[in-house]
């Protein structure tokens, strides 16, 4: 059973920056398709990075330039660092695993079988 706990959200002023991290329990990192998710007030949960096991990486379009995602096999953890947050970055962020064995990046969180608590993220003008 693979567990998530994420940190490091907050309150922060338009064009800030935010380094979230997700501990990993249950599995090694790498062995895992990991993503992070974010949903704000009222709004479906929207996928904005994925990493698989070999490395790969993709985001959604709408944060591509200002998210970074990666991991840290050491330290079993994954990070999202997101640059010149904008107010509508403001939602709850999730870290998510698919399954060990499963294999392949993606955005869609029906593809993901483990997930974290939320930290939140709040971005004002």
């Known amino acids: 059973q693979v567990q998530l706990v994420e940190s490091g959200g907050g309150s922060v002023t338009s064009g800030g920056s935010l380094r979230l991290s997700c501990g990993v329990s249950?599995?090694?990192?790498?062995?895992?398709?990991m993503g992070w998710f974010r949903q704000g007030l009222g709004k479906e949960r929207e996928g904005v990075a994925s990493?698989?096991?070999?490395?790969?990486?993709t985001y959604a379009d709408s944060v591509q330039d200002r998210f970074t995602i990666s991991r840290d096999n050491a330290k079993n953890t994954l990070y999202l660092q997101i640059h010149v947050l904008k107010p509508e970055d403001t939602a709850t962020y999730y870290c998510?695993?698919?399954?060990?064995?499963?294999?392949?990046?993606?955005?869609?969180?029906?593809?993901?079988?483990?997930w974290g608590q939320g930290t939140q993220v709040t971005v004002s003008s």
């Open positions: 990493i698989n096991t070999g490395g790969s990486l």
């Open positions: 998510a695993s698919k399954g060990a064995g499963r294999r392949g990046w993606s955005l869609r969180a029906s593809e993901y079988d483990y």
């Open positions: 249950g599995d090694t990192i790498n062995n895992l398709v």
